[in-house]
């Protein structure tokens, strides 16, 4: 599994868990518009968003022997910024922050496996006029090379 593959992985596991089903007929609606990655975006004005990153944070090679046959393993972090407007209470941005959690916290392939994630609230920002939480998925990734 590549970088890319990896990307392509978590940001899609992710954009599934961050819909919820409305009902009559059922529909998946996104919860909150997404910033990706170099992807143009305008935060919405006075709405919550949110913004997706993928930190790698480096690699340990496991075992030595024949190619093929040495696992390395790769770790990074999963970044899922989660903004609300200023001055709203919090009940909003630690829901949002909740849903971020139940989406990697059993997630598992047989590659990616993610360790205790947690969530780091920021100051809030008067200048740009948002309440802000950070919620932080480190995980690993083997791979056979």
Known sequence: MSYASEYSELAGAFSEGWKTTVTAPAVAKVLTPIAWPNVAFTPPVASSWV???????????????????????????????????LNTDDSALLAY????????????????RFGSIYSVKTSNSEEDGWNQINVMAPFIRNEYE
Not at 97 to 112: E, G, P, Q, S
């Open 97 to 112: 922050a909740d849903k971020v959690l139940a989406i990697f916290r059993n997630y598992h392939t047989t590659t990616i």
């Open 51 to 85: 913004r997706f990153n993928i930190l790698p944070s480096g690699s340990n090679l496991m075992t030595v022997g024949a190619p093929g046959n040495n696992l390395t393993r790769y770790s990074g972090i999963v970044v899922v910024q989660i903004f609300t407007p």
